[in-house]
C-alpha cells in the first residue's frame, strides 16, 4: 500500500525495481488572457492635433469672413440709401459752416483743426485696412487706393493747412457737424478699402485687354483733371479771403462758367474714380458726393445772387456749365 510521505507526495511502487519514483503534481495550465491592444489615439494626437485646430482656425476665419462681409454689405446698402436722404434734406437744410454759418448749432471748432479730424478716418482707417484684404498687392488694388489717398492728403493735411494760413474768418465749424462727416468718412473710408482690397474681382494681368485699359485711361484722366480744378478753385477762393474784406465775387478760370468749380471739380475726381474702380461702393461713393454737393452748389449759387445782386454775372450756373 501506498502512504503518505513528504507531504502531499504520495510514492509509487515500481513492480519491477521496487523502487519509488517521486512524481510532481502537474502545475495547472496558466489562464491565456488575450492580448491588450493600446489604443491609438495617444500615438496620433500629437499628429491629428495641428489638423483639429487648423480647421478650428478656419471654421474662424470663414465665420470672420462671413460677418464683415455681411457689415460690408450692410454699409454698401446704407452708403446708396443715404443718396436721397440727403439730397432731400438739404433742399430745406444748409449746413452752417462757411458763408452759410449761423448761431444756434452748439461749440464751435476752429475750421482748419475741424477739416483735420472729419476727414482723418479716410487715411488712418485705409492704411490699416489694406493689409487684412486679400488683394493687399494687387497692383490694380494698390493704384485704386492710391487715388483715393492722394485726394484725401491734400484734404485733410494741405487744404487745412492752407486755410489756417490764408482764412481770416472768425466764424468756427459746428461740432455736431464734423461728427457728421467724420462717421460718414468712417462709413465710406471702411467701404472703399475693403472693396478695393479685398472683395473686388480683379481679371489676371494677361487679361487686362484694351476695354480695361482704356477704361483705366479714361477714368484717370477724368480724376485728375477733376482734382487740378477742385485744387485751384480753392486756391483762388482762399486767395480772395486772404485778402481780406469780406466775400468777392471770384473771376477767371471755371469761375466764369459756374459759381463752385471746386464742387465740380471734386465731383469729376469721384466719377473718374468709380469709373476706375467700376465696383458698387465706389459708384456709391460717386452718388453720395453729388448728392452732398450739389444741393450745396445751389446754396452758393443762391447766396452770391442775393449778395451781390445785379453785378453777379447771370450766366454763371451753379455747378454744371450751361446745365445747372
Same mark, same amino acid.
Given at each position: 500500500?501506498?502512504?503518505?510521505?513528504?507531504?502531499?507526495?504520495?510514492?509509487?511502487?515500481?513492480?519491477?525495481?521496487?523502487?519509488?519514483?517521486?512524481?510532481?503534481?502537474?502545475?495547472?495550465?496558466?489562464?491565456?488572457?488575450?492580448?491588450?491592444?493600446?489604443?491609438?489615439?495617444?500615438?496620433?494626437?500629437?499628429?491629428?492635433?495641428?489638423?483639429?485646430?487648423?480647421?478650428?482656425?478656419?471654421?474662424?476665419?470663414?465665420?470672420?469672413?462671413?460677418?464683415?462681409?455681411?457689415?460690408?454689405?450692410?454699409?454698401?446698402?446704407?452708403?446708396?440709401?443715404?443718396?436721397?436722404?440727403?439730397?432731400?434734406?438739404?433742399? *430745406?437744410?444748409?449746413?452752417?459752416?462757411?458763408?452759410? %454759418? +449761423? @448761431?444756434?448749432?452748439?461749440? #464751435?471748432?476752429? /475750421? !482748419?483743426? =475741424?477739416?483735420?479730424?472729419?476727414?482723418?478716418?479716410?487715411?488712418?482707417?485705409?492704411?490699416?485696412?489694406?493689409?487684412?484684404?486679400?488683394?493687399?498687392?494687387?497692383?490694380?488694388?494698390?493704384?485704386?487706393?492710391?487715388?483715393?489717398?492722394?485726394?484725401?492728403?491734400?484734404?485733410?493735411?494741405?487744404?487745412?493747412?492752407?486755410?489756417?494760413?490764408?482764412?481770416?474768418?472768425?466764424?468756427?465749424?459746428?461740432?455736431?457737424?464734423?461728427?457728421?462727416?467724420?462717421? *460718414?468718412?468712417?462709413?465710406?473710408?471702411?467701404?472703399? %478699402? +475693403? @472693396?478695393?482690397?479685398?472683395? #473686388?474681382?480683379? /481679371? !489676371?494681368? =494677361?487679361?487686362?485687354?484694351?476695354?480695361?485699359?482704356?477704361?483705366?485711361?479714361?477714368?484717370?484722366?477724368?480724376?485728375?483733371?477733376?482734382?487740378?480744378?477742385?485744387?485751384?478753385?480753392?486756391?483762388?477762393?482762399?486767395?480772395?479771403?486772404?485778402?481780406?474784406?469780406?466775400?468777392?465775387?471770384?473771376?477767371?478760370?471755371?469761375?466764369?462758367?459756374?459759381?463752385?468749380?471746386?464742387?465740380?471739380?471734386?465731383?469729376?475726381?469721384?466719377?473718374?474714380?468709380?469709373?476706375?474702380?467700376?465696383?458698387?461702393?465706389?459708384?456709391?461713393?460717386?452718388?453720395?458726393?453729388?448728392?452732398?454737393?450739389? /444741393?450745396?452748389?445751389?446754396?452758393?449759387?443762391?447766396?452770391?445772387?442775393?449778395?451781390?445782386?445785379?453785378?453777379?454775372?447771370?450766366?454763371?450756373?451753379?455747378?454744371?456749365?450751361?446745365?445747372?
Amino acid at each position: 500500500m501506498s502512504r503518505m510521505a513528504n507531504g502531499n507526495r504520495l510514492p509509487i511502487l515500481n513492480q519491477s525495481t521496487k523502487s519509488v519514483r517521486r512524481f510532481s503534481p502537474i502545475p495547472p495550465s496558466p489562464v491565456l488572457k488575450p492580448a491588450s491592444r493600446a489604443s491609438p489615439w495617444p500615438v496620433c494626437l500629437p499628429l491629428l492635433l495641428p489638423v483639429v485646430q487648423g480647421q478650428e482656425e478656419a471654421e474662424k476665419r470663414m465665420e470672420s469672413s462671413l460677418s464683415d462681409e455681411t457689415l460690408f454689405r450692410r454699409a454698401l446698402v446704407i452708403l446708396y440709401v443715404m443718396c436721397p436722404l440727403t439730397v432731400l434734406s438739404l433742399r *430745406f437744410l444748409v449746413a452752417p459752416y462757411g458763408r452759410h %454759418a +449761423r @448761431s444756434g448749432w452748439g461749440p #464751435a471748432l476752429p /475750421p !482748419a483743426l =475741424a477739416w483735420v479730424l472729419m476727414e482723418s478716418p479716410t487715411l488712418w482707417l485705409t492704411l490699416l485696412l489694406l493689409p487684412r484684404g486679400r488683394h493687399r498687392s494687387h497692383p490694380f488694388a494698390l493704384a485704386i487706393l492710391a487715388l483715393y489717398l492722394l485726394h484725401y492728403i491734400h484734404r485733410t493735411l494741405i487744404y487745412p493747412l492752407r486755410l489756417s494760413i490764408n482764412s481770416r474768418s472768425k466764424s468756427g465749424f459746428p461740432v455736431v457737424i464734423a461728427l457728421s462727416a467724420f462717421s *460718414f468718412n468712417l462709413l465710406n473710408a471702411y467701404l472703399q %478699402a +475693403r @472693396s478695393a482690397s479685398h472683395y #473686388a474681382e480683379y /481679371p !489676371a494681368a =494677361a487679361a487686362f485687354g484694351l476695354w480695361v485699359w482704356l477704361r483705366v485711361l479714361v477714368g484717370m484722366g477724368i480724376f485728375f483733371w477733376g482734382m487740378s480744378v477742385n485744387i485751384r478753385s480753392d486756391l483762388a477762393l482762399l486767395r480772395l479771403k486772404a485778402e481780406g474784406g469780406g466775400y468777392k465775387i471770384p473771376r477767371g478760370g471755371w469761375f466764369e462758367w459756374v459759381t463752385c468749380p471746386n464742387y465740380m471739380g471734386e465731383a469729376a475726381e469721384w466719377l473718374g474714380w468709380a469709373v476706375v474702380a467700376c465696383s458698387p461702393a465706389a459708384l456709391a461713393f460717386f452718388l453720395y458726393t453729388c448728392s452732398n454737393l450739389v /444741393p450745396r452748389a445751389r446754396a452758393h449759387h443762391q447766396w452770391y445772387l442775393e449778395k451781390f445782386g445785379e453785378d453777379y454775372p447771370r450766366s454763371r450756373k451753379a455747378v454744371v456749365p450751361l446745365v445747372y
